[in-house]
């Protein structure tokens, strides 16, 4: 399974971006996508997720009405758009593929994760 997270960037305080994550080597739409997020000096820290049939989005508080998870199965890609971004969003953000059809924010529910990508937002 190879996941390749790709949108990060540099951005002002206000704008947006949006990350993409394509799947492959495992049935995309069997399973639950998620992204998490480092900061220098923290842990990783849950973003979003999704379930395997779209229905059911989990964000985590910080971010809730400001981003947005989605999938296409035909793309086998999941994105992640990220509007309102504050300096406080900067991070390296992961995508990773669990091994369940339900979102969880639990890292452990995921087994496999990509390089991630830079997302740095100036004040």
């Known amino acids: 399974v190879q996941l390749q997270a790709s949108g990060g960037g540099l951005v002002q305080a206000g704008g947006s971006l949006r990350l993409s994550c394509t799947s492959s080597?495992?049935?995309?739409?069997?399973?639950?996508m998620g992204w998490f997020r480092q900061a220098p000096g923290k842990e990783r820290e849950f973003v979003a997720a999704?379930?395997?049939?779209?229905?059911?989005?989990g964000y985590e508080d910080s971010v809730k009405g400001r981003f947005t998870i989605s999938r296409d199965s035909a793309k086998n890609t999941v994105y992640l758009q990220m509007n309102s971004l504050k300096p406080e969003d900067t991070a390296v953000y992961y995508c990773?593929?669990?091994?369940?059809?339900?979102?969880?924010?639990?890292?452990?529910?995921?087994?496999?994760w990509g390089r991630g990508t830079q997302v740095t937002v100036s004040s």
């Open positions: 990773a593929t669990s091994y369940r059809s339900g979102y969880s924010s639990a890292s452990g529910q995921y087994d496999y």
């Open positions: 999704i379930s395997r049939g779209s229905s059911t989005p």
């Open positions: 080597g495992r049935p995309f739409s069997t399973y639950a």
